[in-house]
Nanobody, 116 residues
Framework: QAQLVESGGGLVQPGGSLRLSCAASGSILSIKLMNWYRQAPGKQRELVAGISSGGTTNYADSVKGRFTISRDDAKNTMYLQMNSLKPEDTAAYYC??????????WGQGTQVTVSS
């Protein structure tokens, strides 16, 4: 059973940048979508960004122009480059993979805290 492992979270000042990584240990077949979600305390989990198998990307309005999702299939890794971070970006960030036939995978989450 493949697993997703996120890394790259941490504490950053407002206006700073972080790059999150999501590495798959093991093969995941028939990937349809790869997504980043986040969940702040007391709030519902929300979709931040997604990338399809064909490379089409979509972003939440709140992060458009600041965040960039990408993937490196050779490394079985997905990234989320986060620039111009704001305190409201503080949340646990989760990677998610949706397959055509083999279900959905979730990572364990990585904490991002934006604070001065």
């Amino acid at each position: 059973q493949a697993q997703l492992v996120e890394s790259g979270g941490g504490l950053v000042q407002p206006g700073g940048s972080l790059r999150l990584s999501c590495a798959a240990s093991g093969s995941i077949l028939s990937i349809k979508l790869m997504n980043w979600y986040r969940q702040a305390p007391g709030k519902q989990r929300e979709l931040v960004a997604g990338i399809s198998s064909g490379g089409t990307t979509n972003y939440a309005d709140s992060v458009k122009g600041r965040f960039t999702i990408s993937r490196d299939d050779a490394k079985n890794t997905m990234y989320l480059q986060m620039n111009s971070l704001k305190p409201e970006d503080t949340a646990a960030y989760y990677c998610n993979v949706v397959t055509s036939y083999y279900g959905t995978y979730w990572g364990q989450g990585t904490q991002v805290t934006v604070s001065s």
